[in-house]
């Protein structure tokens, strides 16, 4: 099995930054991509930010192009967000999630989340 664990959420003020981990371990023979989500209550989750393992090519949501960062230790097998310029809107239970090949299947693993509030 694999484990996707997330840290490093808390309680920020507007215009304030954060950094998240997420390490991931386990029976895995491959990353393909490393990634995170973000849920607020009543709605759905929403993609926040991914990167490829292999080639390091990012992709992120409009609304946070230009204050988040997403980055990747291959080695460690964890994936970081900096986030910067954060926004109350911002504040949500962040996910992160793997893309992860097995010694027996390829499937998404979700870590338990870390909350990330945005408030003066």
């Known amino acids: 099995q694999v484990q996707v664990v997330e840290s490093g959420g808390g309680l920020v003020e507007p215009g304030g930054s954060l950094r998240l981990s997420c390490a991931a371990s386990g029976s ?3 990353i393909y991509s490393m990634g ?3 849920q607020v209550p009543g ?9 490829r393992w292999s080639g390091g090519t990012t992709y992120y ?5 230009g ?3 997403i980055s990747r230790d291959n080695a460690k ?11 109350p809107e911002d504040s949500a239970v962040y996910y992160c999630y793997t893309n992860t090949g097995s010694a027996t299947a390829i499937a998404k693993y979700w870590g338990q ?3 990330v509030t945005v408030s003066s």
């Open 28 to 30: 895995i023979f491959s």
């Open 113 to 115: 989340g870390t909350q």
């Open 77 to 87: 097998n964890t994936v970081y967000l900096q986030m910067d310029s954060l926004k």
């Open 67 to 69: 204050r988040f960062t």
């Open 43 to 51: 709605k759905g989750r929403e993609f926040v930010a991914n990167i």
């Open 61 to 65: 949501l409009d609304s946070v192009k």
């Open 36 to 38: 995170w989500s973000r």
